[in-house]
């Protein structure tokens, strides 16, 4: 037999593990890849949305009280002023959300609604009646119906699917940052003009009127100057594709061609928003446990603190674990929320109650939404946006009617009591939750 050959001692051995084969040659380590920037529609939108907020929520969280301290008018008349409102705003939203994919522009449509809705405001100012209050609100809320759509999808074309959670949650932050800047001038008009009260005053809302129109018209001009129309899924040099009108034909009242998916979760939605009433009835719940004018603005300045807190750090979540499990969790959150807005005895209780509140807005806020751009193609989001949000706020038109009959009744009947509506609101919720963790697909960004 031939003899081994010996290795000369004096070499260098290369010591490998048993079991493994000689390694590779060694390769230098390949450099991370960038995370794109945030675009900036981003930041553009988000800018409105700020200035849009400070000046709407200097009057939306007073007008309630408005409604019943001076003009006198019943639970179900604030229901029916509110839930007519963001009906109306609702259809809009799916006709400008087609129409954006239709014409191919998504920053046009959104300047126009933001347009709309600040030229609506000065006329509060000399609104002596509930129906007058009705007509102005309503005008607000076509502007809004006009630009959401577009604007969300704005935002969906101008973000790549793993980032797209955090931007719609960096939006919804800077929307809430503007409704607490917008509450902290309320509280200072309200305490220069009327000081403390229980009860809200005629001079109090017509100065807060005046206040809010500067913010309104700047949040336009942010708009239209700072954004720009992109190609969907994050614009030139990010593989994205255009945004044209191929995806959009005729009117579509069924929303053909968007997925079983996107259905099955925009029913769920429905059946969710049925007991999910306006935020004006949270408002008089606070009233009737004892807050004064003063004490509910302060709550809701820590409200929206707190929402602006968690909607970002939430939104990043929601690109890092399925989308539908995020909804759900906050619809279960807030169908406590609204047992424990049921069972409240103090003021104290509503208190804790509103702060767990914007913990839930805060994580569903940019989920949902992310969550319909997962589930539709790119070239019909603006419809999809719209579908979605006419198919959600047709339901706060039932929801807020039904809140007023059960808390005050209608004409013979008195009602159940301030209560009722919670509990409703808090089994609805529940079902909708068990609804989306079996019916909607659990998708991740990629």
Request: charged share 15%; proline share 6%; hydrophobic share 50%.
């Amino acid at each position: 037999m031939r003899p081994e050959s010996r290795k000369d001692p004096r070499q260098p051995v290369d010591k490998i593990p048993p079991g493994r084969m000689t390694p590779p040659p060694s390769e230098p380590p390949k450099a991370e890849a960038p995370r794109p920037r945030l675009h900036r529609n981003v930041w553009a939108t988000s800018g409105t949305s700020f200035l849009t907020d400070v000046s709407s929520e200097m009057l939306v969280n007073v007008l309630p009280l408005f409604l019943s301290n001076v003009l006198g008018v019943r639970v179900w008349a604030v229901g029916a002023v509110e839930g007519l409102a963001e009906a109306t705003s609702s259809v809009l939203k799916l006709y400008s959300g087609w129409l954006s994919d239709r014409l191919g522009t998504r920053k046009w449509p959104a300047v126009a609604g933001y347009a709309v809705s600040a030229l609506s405001k000065p006329f509060y100012y000399v609104a002596s009646t509930w129906g007058a209050v009705a007509a102005i609100r309503w005008g607000d809320r076509v502007g809004k119906g006009v630009r959401t759509a577009p604007r969300d999808a704005l935002l969906a074309d101008s973000t790549v699917a793993g980032r797209r959670g955090l931007a719609f949650g960096l939006h919804r932050a800077a929307d809430t940052a503007g409704a607490v800047t917008g509450i902290a001038v309320s509280i200072w008009v309200v305490g220069r003009v009327q000081g403390g009260g229980a009860v809200l005053e005629a001079e109090t809302f017509r100065s807060l009127v005046a206040w809010s129109l500067l913010p309104a018209f700047l949040g336009v001009a942010v708009l239209a100057i700072g954004a720009r129309d992109v190609a969907a899924g994050g614009g030139r040099g990010r593989g994205g594709e255009p945004v044209s009108g191929a995806g959009a034909g005729r009117f579509p009242l069924r929303l053909r061609g968007l997925g079983r998916g996107f259905a099955a979760f925009v029913a769920c939605s429905v059946v969710f928003e049925l007991g999910n009433s306006a935020d004006a009835f949270l408002v008089l719940r606070a009233q009737e446990r004892g807050l004064s004018v003063a004490g509910i603005l302060w709550l809701l300045l820590a409200f929206n603190v707190v929402y602006a807190l968690v909607s970002t750090p939430a939104g990043a979540l929601a690109d890092r674990v399925p989308r539908k499990r995020v909804v759900a969790v906050a619809w279960g959150l807030y169908s406590l929320i609204y047992l424990g807005f049921a069972l409240a005895g103090t003021a104290a209780h509503v208190t804790v109650l509103y702060l767990a509140y914007g913990c839930y807005h805060g994580l569903v806020a940019g989920a949902a939404k992310a969550l319909v751009a997962d589930l539709v193609p790119a070239s019909q989001r603006g419809t999809a946006y719209g579908g979605y949000a006419a198919a959600t706020g047709l339901a706060t038109l039932p929801a807020s009617l039904l809140a007023g009959v059960l808390w005050e009744g209608l004409f013979a009947w008195r009602g159940l009591g301030p209560a009722a509506p919670f509990v409703f609101g808090a089994a609805t919720a529940a079902a909708a939750a068990a609804m989306l963790l079996v019916l909607v697909p659990g998708k991740r960004a990629g």
